[in-house]
């Protein structure tokens, strides 16, 4: 018979989505298992550059409207998770300085101005000369900068571990194995239901809910649902100095 494990939450997905899900539950009571085929934070959430910049990547209003209630929220996680964990993940509130090098770039970037300006977030115009006071190690070819002061840094992979610790903490459990499936009733209906998963081992870990947190990887959630998930990794350059 196939080793089983129960939990009230099966949470698939050891990255900062399933850890910090894990934390929150256990402060409603929940005692979730987190399931991970590698290590906590081995994954995108262990490599993020961690910058909390909510402007950078998208200008979708509907992602926009989020930002204020994340930022709200990474507060209250570097106010109270050091004092859980003991282990500070470098969350920083620092000036962030976009650039331009050029005459098109000072336009795009006075259309940046105005468009977060409607949304009620107000950036400093700076002068070359300005940005690269506040930031020495800004290339001398900067002719104007746009600063901001609500768009803080943090130490991802440290946050991460911290979430999973201070779930762990709180009750829940971390389970180290690859997820090959979902364990489904045997009925037919146009509402699936899903109350575990299998692994690649044979054992079962059984919840009430099941939560699929692979970041990148949701993709190989399509073949355990018979539908696409329409997620794919996006890859990126980091240099650390």
């Not at 002061?149 to 180290?176: F, K």
């Amino acid at each position: 018979m196939a080793n089983t494990n129960t939990a009230d939450v099966v949470i698939v997905g050891g990255g900062i989505i399933g850890c910090l899900t894990a934390y929150y539950l256990t402060r409603r009571g929940l005692k979730p298992i987190v399931i991970e085929s590698d290590a906590i934070a081995s994954g995108a959430s262990g490599t993020s550059a961690g910058w909390l910049t909510p402007y950078s990547h998208t200008c979708d209003p509907a992602m926009i409207a989020l930002s204020p209630a994340s930022l709200r929220l990474h507060a209250e996680l570097a106010a109270t998770l050091p004092g859980i964990t003991g282990i500070d993940h470098g969350y920083r509130e620092a000036p962030y300085i976009r650039c331009a090098i050029s005459n098109d770039g000072v336009l795009e970037l006075r259309e940046f101005q105005t468009q977060r300006a409607a949304e009620g977030v107000e950036m400093e115009w700076l002068s070359g000369e300005e940005a690269l006071a506040l930031s020495p190690w800004i290339t001398a070819d900067i002719v104007a900068g746009l600063r901001s002061d609500n768009e803080p840094t943090l130490d991802s992979y440290r946050l991460t571990m911290s979430a999973m610790q201070a779930a762990e903490i709180g009750g829940a459990r971390m389970v180290t194995g690859k997820v090959t499936g979902l364990i489904e009733p045997d009925e037919s209906g146009a509402t699936r239901t899903a109350f575990g998963v299998l692994l690649e081992d044979g054992s079962e870990v059984r919840g009430d809910t099941v939560v699929l947190a692979m970041g990148p990887w949701c993709g190989e959630a399509a073949a355990w649902l018979d539908h696409p998930v329409p997620v794919t990794p996006q890859r990126g350059q980091i240099v650390y100095l």
